[in-house]
């Protein structure tokens, strides 16, 4: 019983620690096969179980196309073993948004510490990462296979997707240009320039 409760107590505590972590951006160019792949790092949502991080992740190719995923990192004591299908669904501002991806069986790992890391990604559309950063309020389901787990975003959530927007998508801080969505230009919040 008294080790439950350190876990507990060091899993409250590294959460609250985790809250605090700032914005940061990891940039991978690899001259090799011609990409570079920019994503957002700790972005801790709060969770009802675990740290939960749901990050922006932009993938650029050699011949100029850009591709944007969300991926979710769990970290924990226990596994979740984040489903294939769709795993991740969003509230936003009441509004239900379902995303289909692989789960997290290619990238399942157990630190020194014995916790517990399961990383999945999903393809996401701009126009609705600027939903997400522009919504009054975010809920977050990730679906593993006996259970499932809840998150909301935190206004430091908010504000790391207007950033990552900012450089890596709109353009207006120098970051990524303008975006073409379907062959259209794309401003953020469908306003022109």
């Known amino acids: 019983m008294k080790k439950i409760i350190i876990l507990l107590m060091c899993m409250l505590f590294l959460n609250s620690c985790a809250l605090t972590e700032p914005y940061q951006v990891k940039t991978l160019n690899d ?3 011609g990409y570079t792949i920019n994503q957002m790092t700790y972005n801790y949502l709060v969770s009802n179980s675990g740290i939960v991080e ?3 992740k932009r993938l650029q190719t050699k011949d100029g196309r850009i591709s944007y995923y969300l991926v979710v990192e769990y970290q924990n004591s226990d596994w979740l073993f984040i489903e294939g299908g769709e795993s991740l669904i969003l509230l936003v501002d009441g509004e239900r948004i379902g995303f289909k991806g692989d789960g997290s069986l290619q990238s399942r790992n157990v630190g020194s510490s014995g916790w517990i890391d399961e990383k999945a990604v999903y393809d996401i559309n701009p126009k609705i990462l600027n939903q997400i950063a522009n919504a009054k309020e975010v809920k977050v389901k990730i679906i593993g296979n ?3 787990i809840e998150c909301k975003f935190t206004e430091q959530s908010f504000q790391n997707f207007k950033k990552f927007i900012a450089e890596y998508i709109t353009g207006t801080s120098g970051g990524g240009g303008n975006l ?3 062959g259209q230009p794309y401003y953020s919040g469908d306003k022109k320039k």
């Open 146 to 148: 006996q259970y499932y």
């Open 180 to 182: 073409i969505v379907n």
């Open 54 to 56: 749901l990050n922006i």
């Open 31 to 33: 001259a090799f096969d």
